[in-house]
C-alpha cells in the first residue's frame, strides 16, 4: 500500500514537472511560427484603402504630451481631408484643455477638443463618449482608438489603412515600441519585452489566423466592425481592449496585425509604475478568461479563438505562475522520494529552458534589431542571473562543481539543491522583493536586484498578484501611467 501511495506521488511530481515546461514548448511553439509570418496570408496582397479616419484619443492630465502628439499626426503621410483628430477631454485638471484648444485654433476642422466634465470612470467610458459623438454623422468611415502619448511614424495610418480593402478585416493594430529617449533599466527590459509579446508573437498569430489583443494605443477599425460589436467599447472591464479584439473576430470578422506600422510609446519608468500598469492587464486576462469560459479549446464555437493553438498560447502565460509553483514543488517533493529522478528531471527542465531561450533571443533580434540593438543586454538578462546560473549548472554541473573544489557540509548540499529545485518558485517572490526594495525608496537598488531576480519571472509575479486582486475583489481602479514626454 505504502509503495502505491508513493509510486502514485511520484508520477504526481513527474506530472507537475512537466507542466512546468508547457509555457516553454509554448513559446518555442509561437517563435518557430514567426519564419512562416510573410506567408500567412493576412498580411498579404492587400489593396489601396483610404477611408475617413477619425482619430479618438482619451485624455486624462495629459499636457506634458498631447501638444506634440497632436503635431506629429498633423504631418502623418495620409490625406487631409480624410483625417480628423477628436481629443475627449476627461475632466482634465491640467493643461490639457488648453493645449488642445489651441491645436484646434492651428488646425482648424482637423482637431477637435471635446470636454467631458464628468470624468473620471476610466478609458472604456471615455471613448464611447468620443464615439456617441462620431456616430452622429456618416463622415466617419474608420476610427483610430490610441493613446495620448502615442506617436505615430509617417506611414504607419496608411499602412494600417489599407487593410480595410478587405471586408472582412474589422480591425488593424500596429507594432508599439518603447520610445523613451534615454530608457533606464526597466524601459530597456519593456523594450526587449515588446520585441517578444508584440513583435514576434503577434506575428505568429497572423499565421494561425486569431489576434488575441489589440495594443489600445494603436488599433484602427472600420465602422461596420465597431457597429457590429453595439458602437461601444465594452465598459466593465479592466481589459477593454482584449475584450474588443474577441468581440471583433466572434462577430465574423478579422483583427491582424501590422508589424510595418510603428508607434511609439512612452511606458513605466519605475518597478512600481509597470507593477500596477501590469496588474491591471493581468486582472484584465482573469475576466477575459472567465467570461470567454465556453470558447476555449471549442473550434466548433470559433475556428481560430476556439482552437488548440489559441488555447494553448493563452493558458501557457495566464497560467505560469501556477505551472512554476508546481513544477518547483514537483522537483522538491521528487527529491525527497527518488533524489536521482529529481536530478534528472531539473536538468531535463532547465536544459529545455534554455534551449527555448536561445531560439526566443535570436528571433528577437532578426524580427526588430533596432530595438534589441537597444536592449540587448536585458535580452540576455531576461530570465535574472540567477536562473542563467542555474542554466549553467543543468548543462554544466561538473564544470560549476570543478569551480568550488571544497566538500559542502551535507545539510548546506541538500539546502543548497532545494533552493536550485524551487528557484522557479522562488524567484517571483525575489521579484516581488524588487518591487517592495524600490516602495521603500530605493530605486536604484530595486533596478540592480531585478537583473539578478529576473524580469521573466517578475512578469509571473504580477500575474499572480492578478489571481489575488480579482478573487479578492478589489476595487478596479484604473491605475494611469503617468506620460512625461519622454518619447523621441
Known amino acids: 500500500m505504502l509503495a502505491t501511495v508513493s509510486l502514485i506521488l511520484e508520477l504526481f511530481c513527474i506530472l507537475a514537472v512537466c507542466s512546468g515546461m508547457l509555457p516553454v514548448v509554448a513559446g518555442l511553439y509561437q517563435f518557430l511560427l514567426v519564419g512562416l509570418s510573410p506567408f500567412g496570408g493576412r498580411t498579404q496582397d492587400v489593396g489601396l484603402a483610404l477611408p475617413r479616419v477619425a482619430i479618438l484619443i482619451p485624455a486624462w492630465n495629459e499636457g506634458a504630451v498631447i501638444a506634440t502628439t497632436i ?19 476627461d475632466a482634465s485638471t491640467d493643461e490639457t484643455p488648453w493645449a488642445c484648444i489651441e491645436m484646434s485654433r492651428l488646425f482648424p476642422r482637423r482637431v477637435v477638443h471635446v470636454r467631458r466634465v464628468a470624468g473620471g470612470e476610466g478609458k472604456a467610458h471615455t471613448l464611447n463618449y468620443g464615439l456617441d459623438i462620431l456616430w452622429a454623422d456618416e463622415w466617419t468611415e474608420a476610427v483610430l482608438i490610441m493613446d495620448a502619448d502615442v506617436i505615430y511614424t509617417r506611414d504607419a495610418l496608411k499602412r494600417m489603412a489599407r487593410h480595410l480593402s478587405n471586408p472582412g478585416i474589422g480591425a488593424i493594430t500596429a507594432y508599439i515600441k518603447e520610445g523613451s529617449k534615454r530608457p533606464n533599466p526597466v524601459q530597456r527590459f519593456i523594450t526587449f519585452e515588446y520585441i517578444t509579446a508584440t513583435g514576434a508573437s503577434r506575428r505568429a498569430q497572423n499565421v494561425l489566423g486569431f489576434l488575441a489583443c489589440l495594443s489600445g494605443g494603436a488599433q484602427l477599425h472600420s465602422r461596420e466592425n465597431l457597429m457590429a460589436i453595439g458602437g461601444k467599447i465594452f465598459s466593465h472591464t479592466l481589459a477593454e481592449d482584449t475584450f474588443t479584439t474577441f468581440r471583433t473576430q466572434l462577430r465574423g470578422r478579422s483583427a491582424i496585425f501590422e508589424p510595418h506600422a510603428v508607434v511609439y510609446a512612452e ?8 507593477w500596477k500598469q501590469r496588474v491591471r492587464w493581468g486582472r484584465g486576462n482573469v475576466q477575459i478568461t472567465r467570461v470567454f469560459r465556453r470558447l476555449w479549446f471549442r473550434p466548433s464555437v470559433h475556428p481560430t479563438l476556439g482552437s488548440w493553438s489559441m488555447g494553448l498560447l493563452w ?25 536521482e529522478s529529481a536530478w534528472q528531471l531539473f536538468r531535463l527542465f532547465w536544459i529545455t529552458a534554455a534551449l527555448v531561450y536561445l531560439v526566443v533571443t535570436f528571433v528577437s533580434f532578426v524580427v526588430d534589431w533596432e530595438s534589441a540593438r537597444k536592449s540587448w543586454f536585458e535580452g540576455l538578462t531576461f530570465p535574472g542571473f540567477i536562473s542563467l546560473g542555474v542554466i549553467g549548472y543543468a548543462l554544466f554541473p561538473g564544470f560549476v562543481e570543478a569551480l568550488w573544489p571544497w566538500p ?44 539578478f531576480a529576473g524580469y521573466g519571472p517578475f512578469l509571473c509575479a504580477v500575474t499572480f498578484a492578478s489571481y489575488v486582486k480579482e478573487l479578492t475583489g478589489a476595487s478596479m481602479k484604473w491605475d494611469k501611467t503617468v506620460k512625461t514626454g519622454k518619447v523621441s
Open 315 to 339: 493558458f501557457s502565460i495566464f497560467l505560469m505562475p501556477a505551472f512554476q509553483i508546481a513544477a518547483a514543488t514537483g522537483l522538491v517533493i521528487l527529491f525527497f522520494l527518488d533524489a
Open 408 to 451: 559542502l557540509a551535507p545539510g548546506i548540499a541538500v539546502s543548497l539543491t532545494l533552493f536550485l529545485y524551487a528557484w522557479t518558485a522562488l524567484s517571483m517572490c525575489a521579484a516581488y522583493l524588487c518591487k517592495s526594495v524600490e516602495t521603500r525608496g530605493f530605486p536604484g537598488t530595486a533596478s540592480f536586484l531585478l537583473y
Open 71 to 89: 503635431r506629429r499626426l498633423m504631418k502623418l503621410d495620409y490625406p487631409t481631408d480624410r483625417l480628423r483628430v477628436f481629443v475627449i477631454d
Open 267 to 274: 511606458e513605466p519608468d519605475s518597478i512600481v509604475g509597470l
